[in-house]
């Protein structure tokens, strides 16, 4: 099986900038993708951004391309979501998902982390 933990969320003002951690434990040879999303009071899953663990390829939502950029680090098991120009649309609760073998099907979920931006 395969853990995921987040990291990083906190309050930062409009304009500022975070960087979330999600650290993969476990069986991580059988992941395929990592995926960021959030969701915020009152609405659905929202997709972020996701990564190919084997060759980095990488995918944004179009309301973050630009802003926030995803990375792994491979030998830690770790991805990563940088993310700029904060407002505070982007209040949520964030989470990194995983997928395994080859499909995009996301089955594994952390437990998430608060970001708040304030006005």
């Known amino acids: 099986q395969v853990q995921l933990v987040e990291s990083g969320g906190g309050l930062v003002h409009t304009g500022g900038s975070l960087r979330l951690s999600c650290a993969a434990s476990g069986r991580t040879g059988s992941l395929y993708a990592t995926g960021w999303f959030r969701q915020a009071p009152g609405k659905e899953h929202e997709f972020l951004a996701t990564i190919i663990w084997s060759g980095g390829s990488t995918n944004y939502a179009d309301s973050v391309k630009g802003r926030f950029t995803i990375s792994r680090d491979n030998a830690r098991n770790m991805v990563y979501l940088q993310m700029n120009s904060l407002n505070p649309e982007d209040t949520a609760v964030y989470y990194c998902?995983?997928?395994?073998?080859?499909?995009?099907?996301?089955?594994?979920w952390g437990q998430g982390t608060q970001v708040t931006v304030s006005s």
């Open positions: 998902a995983a997928s395994l073998g080859s499909s995009l099907r996301y089955t594994i």
